[in-house]
Nanobody, 115 residues
Framework: QVQLVESGGGLVQPGGSLRLSCAAT????????MSWYRQAPGKGRELVAS???????NYADFVKGRFTISRDNGKNTVLLQMNSLKPEDTAVYYC?????????WGQGTQVTVSS
C-alpha cells in the first residue's frame, strides 16, 4: 500500500518562496504520475502541476513561470518549488500519485501567503 507524506507548507509573505516535498512510502510499484493539487477555502480542488515518470511536466496557467515541479524516481519523491507567491496561492496543497492499478492522495499541507 502506497502512502504519501507531505512537508514544507507554512506562512510566507507575498513575493516569497516555499518548497513542498512529498515522499511515497510503503509497497511501491511503478508510479506513473505525481502531481500537486490545491484547494482554497470555498473552492474546488484544482491541479497545480504534474510530472510523469520520464519527467514530462504540465502546469496550470496560474503558476507557469513561478512554480517548478521536479521528481526523484529513485527516492519516489516529488518537489514543488514555489516562487513569487501571491495571496491567491493560499490553499491546502495535496500530493497525488497514480500507478497502473492505484491512485493515492496525501493528507495535505497548508500554504498561507499573507503580509
Amino acid at each position: 500500500q502506497v502512502q504519501l507524506v507531505e512537508s514544507g507548507g507554512g506562512l510566507v509573505q507575498p513575493g516569497g518562496s516555499l518548497r513542498l516535498s512529498c515522499a511515497a512510502t510503503g509497497t511501491i510499484f511503478r508510479i506513473n504520475i505525481m502531481s500537486w493539487y490545491r484547494q482554497a477555502p470555498g473552492k474546488g480542488r484544482e491541479l497545480v502541476a504534474s510530472i510523469t515518470s520520464d519527467s514530462s511536466t504540465n502546469y496550470a496557467d496560474f503558476v507557469k513561470g513561478r512554480f517548478t515541479i521536479s521528481r526523484d524516481n529513485g527516492k519516489n519523491t516529488v518537489l514543488l518549488q514555489m516562487n513569487s507567491l501571491k495571496p491567491e496561492d493560499t490553499a491546502v496543497y495535496y500530493c497525488y500519485a497514480r500507478g497502473a492499478f492505484y491512485q493515492v492522495w496525501g493528507q495535505g499541507t497548508q500554504v498561507t501567503v499573507s503580509s
